[in-house]
């Protein structure tokens, strides 16, 4: 389909839509937040809940500091010598590492924290810290950078390690991403869960482009080395004993701790902090550093890399630049089909590839394609309508000069009859008698205004039939049946046209008085081949039907005149007819001579008020 917008409304169009899908690529790559992003986790989540909750980690159990707990142990926070006991019942239950999701700054009782400190010093441990990220521009590889940091007590801290427990929410408070490092005054500091898994695994994690490897496990990271969380489940997903349980075991306890990591932390009722996550609205802290814990040990984060968001990108800018292009070239109903069909198809990819675990950006594409996309469908659909308007102007004046059938096929398909076409069409001339001293005695203009008045029931005629006027010829007329499409009854209706015209312009010329100038109205009608083509100059044309059958056509008004009847049809077109309607009943059938034409030609004759019943 040839496009409809002008050449520069197009390249303006798809530049403007290229740079807008552009930008936000660039951000998307950049890894910095957009609005774009809160529509994604929706749909994020969306896709969480098709997926479903997962099995539970093998090798991460969360020791609670719970409403039991504090029942029996004391009121929170806990004393640290209470803590210190709680994590020499942690060891001695077999625990191979411990990451203390609990903040131990400040100085408590030197005795205590002497306690506390050799407890976490007997087994591979990290205690969480916490900072306050530096606002502002961040570094080129976006690792955060801290800005203060909050550290545990110098006993404490000299006697473990310390990771930062920061983690990164959306516009609803929802943890997506735990950063694996953290910038800060004295260099790169590893995060509380890599530091965890690291000492879990008894490794030092190996930090490379693409992510960050544990013990031969390679774990993908997003930009500036963030792990983007894939959650087990609700709260309590994740294996959780009751510290106070460990501290007085009951009958039959069994803490199920050898061998694996133990990630103690508070979610006592009002103590702790909480999390809106897909699957728990309030789920506790602790249990979301269980979870990037686990999310290394087992190396299955979601997977949002460089190469995801560049797959995000690349389907963004080639879903816009394919829609756009419909919208260019096709009607904008398919246009449109064809648009939301890719939207579609994304969506189905994501949704599958999700299953894997892979994290594309569903709302990328439609955020980059959606403003360029409609706004070219309304420039399209305001052209189209301006367009509309023009091509009818135009059919209506051309419809003044060609008959408004052939108008309209020529506005459609401006090639038409570019190559002539020969077709079986029945051809009508009208004529009538006496004209030429009449338009002497009228003079010029009201010759004109009695010929307006014989054309207007000409075309009524001729279109109350579905015909076609291919010429006016001063007071004659040619008129064609079967042009441009044939259709199985032409015969048939240039038959009724015929004795219609005889009747309508007989009574029209009694009811003006001219039949006293008027002797006759005469019509000859032929059924044959004709030759449509296009006539005259490349600059200046007009339709034509040409070939025997017009001259034939044309001649029966000589034979009209001769045998002083008004109405002549062929044999031909009377033998057309009787296949479709029967017989006509005819004043007279006669062979007779055609000007010019060497083989005589058998016709059906009639005068005039003699018009036969013809259905």
Known sequence: MKPTLPVAVTALALCLGLIWAGLLVRTHLAGTASVADRFETVLLDLRIALAGQKPPPKDVVIVAIDDETIDAVGPYPLPRDALAALVDRIREAGARALAVDILLFG???????GLLANSLASLPTVVAGAARMREGTAPASGVPVVETMLSPAPALAAATSTGLVN?????????????????????????????????????SPNITEAGVTLGGRAVELDSGWHLALNYVGSGGSIRTLSAGDLLNPPAGFSAELEGRMAVL????????????????????GVEVQATAIANLLEAAPLVRTAGVRKLDSAAALLITLGAMIAVILLPLAPASIFYLMLLSGWLIICVVFFGQGLWLNATLPFAASLPPVVG??????????????RLLRAQEALSRFQSPRLAERISEDPSFLATPKEETAAILFVDL???????????AA????????????????????????????????????????AHPDDPVRACRCAFALERDVTAWLKKTGRDRDI???????????????????????????????????????????????????S?????????IAGSLETLRMETVAIRGRQQELKVGLWASGEAPALG
Not at 464 to 475: A, P
């Open 107 to 113: 100085a408590s009782d030197e005795t205590a924290d």
């Open 167 to 203: 983690i990164v929410t959306d516009s609803g408070g929802t943890p997506r991403h735990v950063p694996m490092l953290f910038l800060t005054d004295s260099g790169l500091l590893p995060s509380f869960s890599l530091q965890a898994a690291a000492k879990y695994l008894s490794t």
């Open 265 to 284: 932390g508070v979610t006592a009722t009002a103590v702790g902090d909480r999390f809106s996550t897909p699957f728990d609205p309030v789920m506790p």
């Open 376 to 389: 070219l469908l309304i420039t399209r659909q305001v052209t189209d309508r301006i367009e509309a308007r």
């Open 433 to 443: 008698s006496g004209y030429t001293s009449l338009s002497e005695r009228l003079g």
């Open 446 to 485: 009201r010759t004109r205004d009695f010929l307006k008045e014989f054309h207007t029931i000409v075309v009524n005629v001729v279109s109350d039939e579905h015909g076609i006027v291919l010429d006016f010829m001063g007071d004659g007329a040619m008129l064609g049946f079967g042009i441009p499409e």
């Open 519 to 569: 002797s006759s109205v005469r019509v000859g009608a032929h059924l044959g081949q004709v030759v449509l083509s296009r006539l005259g100059h490349d600059r200046q044309q007009q339709i034509a039907a040409t070939g025997d059958c017009v001259n034939v056509a044309s001649r029966l008004l000589e034979v009209a005149k001769d045998q002083k009847v008004s109405v002549v049809l």
């Open 571 to 579: 044999a031909d077109l009377l033998a057309e007819v009787e296949k």
